[in-house]
């Protein structure tokens, strides 16, 4: 009603009217249903760019916003495009070393990062947190944030001597600045244990895990994509050290949540059918594997097509399930291993 009234008032285009689509895309991003999010965000985008134009920061904003959703939602190369038109709307309207342009740095990186382009993130990251240490001082959420990432980027790379102090760093200023249930914490939290998984250091690892679970039920609720996100963690933790029995339900667990808020067309989805059928074949229930793994094939083949970078490798696998119609054969033609997710903000 208050949005018929905005519009009748002031006219669909006027800036304040842009307002209420973008609470409510702030509303689905923070209870993780993000494709929600995007019509509401590209409305905002239209609003504030015919009534501004280009060299208002509203509209960057608009544009990082937008550009988030389509990351959520594993389009990079649309989000990639955004991210770098906003840092340059922010550059001209701001400057170079605004906190805001360290924001859309970060936001860049990530992008470039979840694409394993590692090159281009790294120097991102390292200016975005050059210029938040500047202007904001060591000891806010946002720089948190920052070395999150840049931790994170380290850690798939294995340079794990730089991954630990930059993981200690953000969870020490997040826990002091933001308190210790917060679902920031519980990130890096995640981040900090699938580390120590990565190195095989199980039994540092699990008290994390569960801990960063415990904050995201209590602060987002049993359903949000972070909650799935910590249990294919724990899932896979429990894999790596052979306790199937444990791993399934987490897995499980973790499929049906992204599901429900993700879609069912979603990569996320993807992954955690595939992390299901490499448990099963791990324990020779190829019958129950092959359809997990063949419906994983179909999402990723259909989202990704050519811009992913595993996408070459997916058609070969495909042109492999192909040939192999009629049974199962062997373990090894899995797509992807069972690697913990490590969280980006």
Request: aromatic share 8%; charged share 20%; net charge negative.
């Amino acid at each position: 009603e208050g949005m018929i009234i905005r519009k009748l008032q002031l006219g669909d285009g006027h800036r304040a009217v842009a307002y209420s689509p973008s609470n409510r895309a702030c509303l689905y991003a923070n209870i993780g249903k993000y494709a929600e999010t995007e019509p509401l965000n590209k409305q905002v985008f239209e609003i504030r760019r015919q009534q501004l134009g280009d060299v208002d920061s509203d509209v960057a904003a608009s544009l990082n916003n937008l550009a988030n959703a389509y990351k959520h939602q594993r389009s990079y190369a649309a989000g990639e495009v955004l991210h770098k038109e906003a840092l340059k709307l922010h550059r001209r309207h701001l400057g170079h070393e605004h906190p805001n342009v360290a924001t859309s740095l970060n936001n860049l990186a990530i992008v470039y990062n979840l694409q394993g382009k590692y090159a281009e993130a790294e120097p991102l990251y390292k200016k975005a947190l050059e210029i938040q240490r500047q202007h904001l001082g060591d000891e806010l959420p946002e720089l948190a944030a920052s070395l999150s990432n840049l931790a994170t980027m380290y850690a798939e790379q294995g340079k794990y001597a730089e991954t630990e102090p930059l993981l200690l760093e953000a969870l020490k200023i997040q826990s002091q600045q933001l308190g210790e249930t917060h679902p920031d914490v519980a990130t890096t939290l995640n981040n900090l244990a699938t580390f120590y998984n990565m190195q095989g250091k199980f039994a540092a690892a699990e008290p994390l895990l569960h801990q960063a679970l415990g904050i995201q039920r209590q602060q987002l609720g049993d359903e949000h994509p972070d909650v799935a996100t910590t249990l294919n963690n724990l899932a896979s933790l429990y894999f790596d050290q052979g306790k199937y029995a444990e791993s399934e339900p987490f897995h499980m667990e973790a499929l049906k949540i992204r599901r429900q808020r993700l879609g069912d067309g979603h990569p996320d989805v993807a992954y955690s059918l595939n992390n299901l059928a490499s448990l099963y074949v791990e324990q020779g229930r190829y019958s129950e594997a092959k359809p997990f793994f063949l419906e994983a094939l179909k999402i990723l083949r259909n989202h990704f097509v050519d811009e992913h970078p595993v996408a070459e490798h997916l058609h070969q696998e495909v042109l492999w399930i192909d040939r192999q119609r009629a049974e199962w054969l062997l373990p090894t033609a899995n797509l992807f291993s069972l690697v913990p997710s490590m969280c980006l903000r």
